[in-house]
């Protein structure tokens, strides 16, 4: 049976071993259990196997350094059964479309080397992306190809050791612009326009700030303690692949609602949200409600927001009253950096307002109108009479 070598990149092994000596082996590139890559695998097995106990197969055949063209695509194979394991299934879904870009711009151009892409063609690749999809979207299929290679750096033999021309390619300048953030009253607008079950997911988002596929994959058994009045928010942003964790006190109103719906909702099963709109498919947790929040805000009257719109505003809302490490808490950053950005993005940080009353109201502030009072006369003179119509210019 083909073993799996997780210190080979996660390729199959196939060797077939008669009298206790190994008489061929083979890497085949990486793939689920059962899948065409392991089924290969077990085929080339039998097929040896029948040689050798015919006696046509009496060398011992090692595996022989793969060609630059199957490291390159077994670079690829690699990285996305990788990044199946690890990451989100949207994460993976675009490292995976991103890659076949790539694959698609080295098939056009006769690339069949790692070794043979630079940063010059790199650049070709990223700059089409950019006049098509536009600069931010360019940096991301960037960031993306540039973990795949460190991966295959570290994790792949025989992957080229040079410095990554990802890396040498510089992200393309975009232009920030604020995040689009919904006033109070337009989301209580939205929250209106809800009911039932979609009442409370939009509850669960705004009083835990989390993330629409944190929400989609609660558990009742696993995330949910309406006892103690607890809630268990999931993702996969520790950068080592490994899902993180952390437990969330809920407003009382959230055990409310959650309370509510566990009793009301069609049928028993585990997962929090599930599923209504057909038989067929009830019960079944959420992928994705593409078109979910378009729907209500056009009923509501107001400017279209999404699921991290609303995340966003839980993160506004604690920020201005609790500080910053409120808001990280909230949003489960590790770094305090990664919530300022948010916060910028966010345009929290362009309100002087406060600044200006906290200034106006300290003693010093207040000082300033007596001031005035003493050094300045009550009454003052017309502009132009204080002028010399000499030194006025147009």
Not at 195 to 200: A, C, M, R, S
Not at 337 to 345: E, F, G, L
């Amino acid at each position: 049976m083909p073993t799996l070598r997780t210190d080979k990149g996660n390729r199959w092994m196939a060797r077939v071993v008669m009298d206790g000596k190994q008489v061929a082996c083979k890497m085949f590139p990486p793939g689920k259990k059962h899948g065409p890559q392991w089924r290969a695998a077990k085929e080339w097995e039998e097929e040896k196997r029948k040689l050798a106990e015919a006696g046509e197969l009496s060398v011992h055949t090692q595996e022989t350094t793969p060609t630059a063209c199957e490291l390159l695509l077994a670079w690829g194979e690699a990285y996305l059964a990788h990044a199946e394991r690890t990451v989100g299934r949207s994460t993976y879904v675009e490292k995976k479309t991103h890659m076949q870009a790539f694959f698609a711009f080295c098939h056009r151009n006769r690339i069949d080397d790692l070794g043979a892409v630079t940063k010059p063609q790199v650049y070709v690749f990223l700059s089409a992306i950019r006049d098509e999809r536009g600069a931010k979207a360019a940096n991301k299929y960037r960031k993306n190809l540039l973990a795949a290679w460190n991966w295959g750096m570290e994790c792949m033999e025989s992957f080229p050791q040079a410095s990554s021309p990802f890396k040498g390619a510089k992200p393309f300048p975009v232009e920030q612009e604020d995040r689009y953030v919904p006033s109070e009253e337009d989301v209580v607008k939205v929250l209106r326009e809800a009911e039932g079950q979609d009442l409370v997911l939009l509850l669960t988002l705004y009083f835990t700030g989390g993330r629409r596929g944190e929400i989609f994959r609660l558990s009742w058994d696993r995330d949910v303690r309406l006892d103690i009045g607890k809630i268990r928010l999931s993702d996969h942003k520790a950068g080592n692949g490994q899902r993180r964790f952390r437990w969330l006190d809920m407003h009382p109103e959230l055990v409310k609602v959650l309370s509510w719906w566990k009793e009301a909702r069609p049928c028993q099963v585990d997962n929090v949200f599930m599923q209504t709109h057909c038989d067929g498919s009830l019960g079944l947790p959420f992928q994705q409600r593409n078109k979910f929040m378009d729907r209500l805000c056009k009923r509501a009257g107001v400017k279209p927001f999404g699921f991290h719109a609303l995340r966003h505003k839980s993160a506004a809302i604690t920020f201005v009253s609790s500080g910053l490490n409120a808001a990280q808490v909230l949003m489960g950053h590790y770094r305090a950096t990664t919530t300022d950005r948010y916060v910028r993005s966010a345009g929290l940080y362009t309100d002087h307002s406060a600044i200006i009353s906290a200034l106006g109201g300290s003693e010093i502030g207040q000082a300033v109108g007596s001031l005035l009072e003493k050094s300045f006369p009550h009454e003052f003179l017309p502009h132009g009479e204080n002028c010399n119509p000499e030194f006025v210019t147009q």
